[in-house]
């Protein structure tokens, strides 16, 4: 069974850096085929989709979101890995990782951030 974590600050200042960690347990995140991805959804909106790292290490991130995000990966801790610099109150949200691309399987629990001063 997969499960995902999602670990990371629960309140950011505004212009800090934001960084969250996804560490996956019952898979490798470098077998062949599977997606790795980040999802957020901010207060009173739906599920947007961030961006994936690949089991290969490349990456591709939703090309409305692409300049803000970086998504990487440890691979000797199962871990992905998403930071976004410079946040504003506008990045506030449910912040999710999963396995998948448009198909998502395994889900972690999620992590609220906050960015406020």
């Known amino acids: 069974q997969v499960q995902l974590q999602e670990s990371g600050p629960g309140l950011v200042k505004p212009s800090q850096t934001l960084s969250l960690t996804c560490t996956v347990s019952?898979?490798?995140?470098?077998?062949?085929?599977?997606?790795w991805s980040w999802i957020r959804q901010p207060p009173g909106k739906g599920l947007e989709w961030i961006g994936y790292?690949?089991?290969?290490?490349?990456?591709y991130y939703s090309p409305s979101l692409k300049s803000r995000f970086s998504i990487s990966r440890d691979t000797s801790k199962n871990q992905f890995t998403l930071q976004l610099t410079s946040v504003t109150p506008e990045v506030t949200a449910v912040y999710y990782c999963?396995?998948?691309?448009?198909?998502?399987?395994?889900w972690g629990q999620g992590t609220l951030v906050t960015v406020s001063s």
């Open positions: 999963a396995r998948g691309t448009t198909m998502l399987d395994y």
């Open positions: 019952g898979g490798s995140i470098t077998t062949n085929y599977y997606y």
């Open positions: 790292i690949a089991y290969s290490g490349s990456i």
